[in-house]
């Protein structure tokens, strides 16, 4: 049997396509809408406590009985470092200046890494969501069995062949094989780690030959015809992000939409300068001003996001969206503007006369 068929068989899809986990962007409307439409939907909880995330699944639930993903981040917390806060600081200094803010004194950690939030993993040890995935890195391998053994299928994303190989090693069952064209966070687990950049063809390849576990392409996938490559390829599924941005039951701005729809589409840079983690989004005044060259290094994720979403909120007060994280991947200027069900029908059309 085809790996996109038992993948399929196993999870209960009618197509093997998966609506990517977008904190922030994605909601329980486009997961439910997804999932009901025979592809798998997902939640991005990582913003998320865990009472938001439960209330996120149970509003999916009300609108779907099919399987659907939820997704958390895995990331190694690190200390803040007062001097390169400051040093970054500096750097956005003319930017808060701009938008009438003051500089912050101190900035937060506004995303709590799964790897110690309990209350999450109880959680979802409760709710038992079809599949659970982890972005960033792996929880330690009695959460993943625990998980497992409630009857979630996990999933875990892997930029590389040696990411690839813990995932294997943690008992996870399934890889997200995330290609450098992929809008959003790139899920390396240790940023600090040189980047071999791998396009989402190349590391489906690699991760087929190198392993008996389910591949997921993902990273500028945005039609049927380049679902039907991934599965060729081997691929057991394709997982699409940027593709789905534009469906009304996303929760992208009404900028963030027009953004996606226009030239700007077409230049997108992977850049640590928004959160302080690797990210492919469209460039902006934000992004062209921070990631200029001779620019210091960023502050540390999640650390450099509090400085970007304070810039942003003081810029919206004023009217100004350049400052906003606006993800997408390089496929941006095919993103088609539909109902998530539709798109679901239109890509499972496509990759069958393809
Ligand atoms: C707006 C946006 C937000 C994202 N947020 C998440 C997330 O919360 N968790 C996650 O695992 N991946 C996230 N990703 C990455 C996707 O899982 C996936 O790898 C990527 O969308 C694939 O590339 P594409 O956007 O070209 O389809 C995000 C991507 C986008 C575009």
Known sequence: MKASEQFMRRLGLKHPIIQAPMAGTSTAELAAAVSSA??????????????????MIERTRAQTAAPFNANVFCHQSVPRDPRREQQWLRHLAPLFEQVGAPLPTELKSLYESFLVDGAM???LLEQKPAVVSFHFGLPER??????????????????NL??????????????????????GHRGMFDPALPDEALSTAVLVRLLVRQTRLPVIAAGGIMDGCSIRAMLELGAAAAQLGTAFILCPESAASDNYRHNLKSERASHTRLTAVISGRPARGMVN??????????????????????????????ALKLG?????AQWAGQGAPLAREMPAAELVRVLAEELAAC
């Open 38 to 55: 025979g592809g798998l939907g997902s939640l991005g909880m990582a913003a998320c406590s865990a009472p938001q995330a439960r209330a």
């Open 121 to 123: 993993f109880d959680m």
């Open 142 to 159: 009695e959460r993943v069995q625990a998980l497992r053994r409630a009857g979630c299928y996990t999933v875990a994303t892997a930029t």
């Open 162 to 183: 040696q990411e690839a190989a813990r995932i294997e090693a943690a008992g996870v069952d399934a890889i997200v094989a995330q290609g450098i064209e992929a809008g």
């Open 285 to 314: 005044e934000l992004i062209a001003f921070a990631d200029a060259p001779g620019r210091p290094e960023a502050d540390a994720y999640p650390f450099a996001y509090d400085a970007a979403k304070q810039l942003h909120a003081a």
């Open 320 to 324: 100004k969206q350049e400052f906003a």
